[in-house]
């Protein structure tokens, strides 16, 4: 696999600190494991963070924290076995983050309609969790159709993860990232062969242009 | 020589001649909670090779003294990270336990070829930190299998050096950074601010705040793949 569309090293850096959300962080994970060289960064980046936290003034514990922690030594296996991830979604192999995501509720969901030609399978945020404006999802984009021009309140990340799709700025194959930021406007078109399906991430709703569109999004929620 | 006042938990230990300990030993360990556990705010002397092989009697022998040794090295300093990062006191100490017994519980996924201990440490602490809060709402402890992938693919080396030199050159090269580049590297790992918000405080503009971590960057990882 040939990646030619990398996160910037600052947005690898935040995964590795620990500082993006939750739906983000995962599309990043997603590139991480398919790619090396952006691995290699992480890793520098967890290793600065290790260093960090050895060199912190240490803050005491309860006195008995150690007699507490010693006592749960034994307790039987935090979680109890869930059902092993599904690894395969229309024949793609998922990437772990998404397997972890799916096996903690049970399994991945179906594909929904969003608009003709896409369809779109929600992770984030997990039932019950606490609603902070970012989304992560799966979707699929059948050949030749255009997700509608939209610009952003906030970022958008995307992890091809099969199939392909182009915008103003190239083409995306499986494991490249595309990172978007409040001020682009584009217009990602699936490539023609197969469904184009991406995890996407968005830390803030899609804005759309078209009035047809910004209809389509509140009937949708997209 | 400080008293000893072994803690109940470790009652069972064998105590004795504590000082023809082995680094890396099960008594070894005790001694070491002995001399530091009375002072737990004192810094301990650990070493990352020794917290190395401890997490590693962990995984092959279920050592619990290995566990209260690398308990009273890390958890203050978890706790500490958490703390940095806004958790408040209940929270932060409960936190900070779970991450330890996640190191028990995952200690045989440790592989000291690709990292060092405080970075493994890091890592989980830094990834149960973020299902805390995701989870906030339902309240409860975060289940302890979402854990960094050390089981990758990724090859142990790479360009880098081996795991202990790398994490000293790290460490040298974090000494010798500029005070302002130094700051800023902390502020990234152990502030939760955008960098926009870094910039307000700093009083530097944000492209500022960029390119000199960008530079800060660039020297750390240099000495960690051992150009310079
Ligand atoms: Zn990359």
Redesign the interface.
């Known amino acids: 696999m040939s990646i030619t569309h990398h996160p910037t ?2 947005t690898v ?2 995964h590795a ?3 993006m959300h ?1 739906a983000t ?1 995962a599309v990043v994970a997603a590139h991480l ?1 398919a790619c ?1 060289q952006c ?3 992480a ?2 980046g ?9 060199a ?7 006195p008995d ?9 034994d307790r039987p ?3 109890p076995p869930a059902p092993p991830p599904p690894a395969l979604l229309d024949g793609v192999e998922l990437p ?1 983050v998404v397997q ?1 995501l799916a096996q ?1 509720r049970g399994g991945l969901g179906r594909w929904r309609w969003l608009a003709p030609g896409i369809q779109r399978i929600s992770l984030l ?2 039932p ?3 609603r902070d404006g970012t989304v992560l999802y799966l979707l699929k984009i059948a050949p030749g159709t255009a997700i509608p021009e939209h610009g952003h309140h906030g970022h958008e990340m995307v992890c091809v993860l099969a199939g392909s799709f182009t915008d103003a700025l190239g083409q995306f194959r499986p494991g490249d990232l595309a990172e978007t930021g409040p001020e682009v406007e584009h217009t990602p078109v699936a490539d023609a062969g197969t469904s184009c399906i991406c995890l996407s991430a968005t830390d803030a709703p899609l804005r759309f242009r078209s009035r047809a569109a910004r209809l389509m999004q509140s009937v949708m929620g997209y | 020589m400080d008293v000893l006042l072994p ?3 470790l009652a069972s230990l064998d105590m004795a001649r504590p000082h023809t300990a082995a680094p890396g030993t099960a008594r070894w360990a005790a001694r070491l909670y002995c001399m530091t ?1 009375p002072r ?2 004192t ?1 301990s002397a650990l070493t ?1 090779e020794a917290a190395g092989a401890l997490i590693q009697r962990i995984a092959t022998a279920r050592d ?1 003294a290995a ?2 040794a690398l ?2 090295h890390f ?7 958490l ?2 990062l806004g958790a408040v006191d209940p929270q ?2 409960d936190l ?2 779970e991450v ?2 996640a190191v ?2 995952k200690a045989d996924r440790f592989d000291p070829q ?10 989980i ?3 149960m ?2 299902d805390a809060l ?5 309240g409860g ?1 975060v ?4 854990l ?2 050390m089981e ?1 693919d ?1 090859p142990a080396a ?3 050096l081996i795991v202990g030199e ?2 000293r050159a ?2 040298d090269a ?1 000494a010798a950074l500029p005070a302002e580049q130094a700051r800023l ?2 502020l ?3 502030e ?1 601010k955008p ?1 926009s918000e870094i910039e307000r405080q700093l009083g530097i503009p944000l492209g500022t705040v ?1 390119s000199r ?2 530079l800060a ?1 660039q020297r ?2 240099a000495a ?1 793949e051992g150009r310079r």
């Open positions: 090293e600052a850096l935040d600190a620990g500082r939750a962080g494991q090396p691995r290699a960064l890793r520098m967890e290793a600065i963070g290790g260093s960090l936290l050895e912190l003034t240490p803050e005491a514990m309860a924290a150690l007699a507490v922690a010693m006592a749960l030594l296996a935090p979680v772990r972890r903690r945020p997990e019950g969790a606490r | 803690h109940p938990a556990g737990m705010s810094p990352g619990r566990f209260a308990f009273i958890a203050p300093r978890v706790k500490a990270y703390r940095r932060a100490e900070a336990q330890l017994l028990w519980h690709r990292a060092a201990a405080s970075t493994w440490v890091f890592t602490a830094r990834n930190r973020i995701r989870r906030e709402p339902r402890i289940p302890a299998d979402d960094p992938d990758d990724t790479d360009a880098m790398r994490d790290l460490r974090m590297v902390r990234a790992f152990l939760d960098h960029k971590l960008r960057m750390l990882r960690m």
